[in-house]
């Protein structure tokens, strides 16, 4: 791939992406979804009613949770509105027509989801984060970094979604990407279990999923938030990586099954 190709799928994969984003915030559903939640946001602010000393930590695991429920609805539905629709409507083939290749339509329609997330997330997380500023004169950074943890996550599952919306139904994938969620949340659990049993098959199966699918059980936050933990730089870092990388696969993945999808 030559210089200025490389820029020219760049600058698709940009405008794709910003005309995704733009597409998300005229939505009806993701306005629906943005009224509710903030003022069930700053409705955390109630928790605080009875002043038992542990308000602080109890409204910030409430308000990540909230935020992290949104966000999980805000991937499942949108996420699969950015491929299968195109598909249907055959409005695929009026971009695909200007993108140097379907790999590049992927990564474009990926980027729209992640602005779209980061404006959620950015949005609400700040009024969580001025909420707890109000209540208890603190500046709580559990939370920014809280924040971006859940925000990796959501990466990683918007992947694996497109990458099974590449190549399925709506239905299909949605029944899979929540069966990947909740399974990739319990792998440390599986492997407890087949270590505890001592069986070789278990330990192979415990092997085979950890390397296959993604470990969502590393972005978890309440551990941090309830014992007021900042994470570190470099644990950051190295989960920023490994997203990145999972993320790179799936979307390579997808787009892979894209190319050789008859449309």
């Not at 009024?127 to 603190?138: D, E, K, P, W, Y």
Request: glycine share 6%; hydrophobic share 60%.
């Amino acid at each position: 791939m030559t210089l200025g190709s490389f820029k020219s799928s760049i600058l698709t994969s940009a405008s794709i992406a910003y005309y995704s984003f733009l597409e998300a915030l005229r939505n009806r559903l993701f306005l629906g979804i943005i009224l509710l939640a903030i003022p069930l946001s700053s409705a955390a602010w109630l928790l605080d009613t009875y002043n038992l000393g542990f308000q602080v930590r109890l409204v910030t695991d409430a308000g990540l949770t909230l935020i992290s429920l949104i966000g999980l609805l805000v991937v499942l539905f949108f996420s699969l509105d950015q491929i299968i629709p195109d598909i249907e409507r055959r409005t695929i083939y009026f971009v695909i027509t200007r993108a140097p290749s379907r790999h590049v339509y992927m990564s474009g329609r990926f980027g729209g989801i992640a602005l779209t997330l980061l404006f959620l997330n950015t949005l609400l997380g700040t009024l969580l984060f001025v909420i707890l500023r109000m209540q208890a004169g603190a500046w709580f950074f559990e939370v920014p970094v809280a924040m971006f943890i859940m925000f990796l996550k959501q990466l990683l599952l918007v992947s694996i979604v497109m990458m099974l919306a590449a190549c399925s139904t709506k239905i299909v994938t949605l029944s899979l990407s929540v069966l990947i969620y909740v399974v990739g949340h319990g792998l440390d659990i599986f492997r407890m279990l087949a270590e505890r049993k001592g069986s070789a098959l278990l330990a192979s199966l415990a092997d085979f999923f950890i390397f296959v699918l993604p470990d969502f059980s590393l972005y978890e936050t309440r551990v941090m938030v309830m014992h007021e933990l900042l994470a570190r730089g470099s644990a950051l870092a190295l989960l920023a990586v490994y997203t990145m990388a999972a993320v790179f696969f799936y979307l390579s993945l997808g787009g892979a099954a894209l190319d050789r999808r008859d449309l």
